[in-house]
C-alpha cells in the first residue's frame, strides 16, 4: 500500500533553517503531484507548497514564498521542503501528501502522511 513518511521536525529558533524529507513507497512517485501542507495550533489544514512529477513544475503559498524550497528526488522517491527564515507562525504540523493535480486544494490529494512538527521558538 502506498506510504508517506516524514522527517526532520524539530524545535528551530526564529530565523534559522530546518529541511523536512518525505519518503514514498507504494506509488509510482514520478507521476504523482506532491506537496506539503501544514496544520497550526488551532488552525485549519493550509496548503504550503507542490510540485509536479514530470514537469518539476512549483506552487507555493504566498506566506512562504521566497523563504521555502519544494523539491522532489525521482532516484530516491523522496519528498523535501527547506525552511528559511523561519517565524513563529510557522510552527504546525507538517503533511506531505501525493495526489494527481497541482492544486492548493487538500481534498484533490489522494495519499497522505502522518505529520512531522515543526516548532519555531527561542
Known amino acids: 500500500q502506498v506510504q508517506l513518511v516524514e522527517s526532520g521536525g524539530g524545535l528551530v529558533p526564529p530565523g534559522g533553517s530546518v529541511r523536512l524529507s518525505c519518503a514514498a513507497s507504494?506509488?509510482?512517485?514520478?507521476?504523482?503531484?506532491m506537496g506539503w501542507f501544514r496544520q497550526g495550533p488551532e488552525k485549519e489544514r493550509e496548503f504550503v507548497a507542490a510540485?509536479?512529477?514530470?514537469?518539476?513544475?512549483?506552487t507555493y503559498a504566498d506566506s512562504v514564498k521566497g523563504r521555502f524550497t519544494i523539491s522532489r528526488d525521482t532516484a530516491k522517491s523522496t519528498l523535501y521542503l527547506q525552511m528559511a527564515r523561519l517565524k513563529p507562525e510557522d510552527t504546525a504540523v507538517y503533511y506531505c501528501?501525493?495526489?494527481?493535480?497541482?492544486?492548493?486544494?487538500?481534498?484533490?490529494?489522494?495519499?497522505w502522511g502522518q505529520g512531522t512538527q515543526v516548532t519555531v521558538s527561542s
Open positions: 507504494g506509488l509510482t512517485f514520478r507521476t504523482y503531484v
Open positions: 510540485v509536479s512529477g514530470f514537469s518539476g513544475m512549483t
Open positions: 501528501a501525493a495526489g494527481t493535480v497541482r492544486t492548493t486544494m487538500s481534498s484533490n490529494y489522494d495519499f
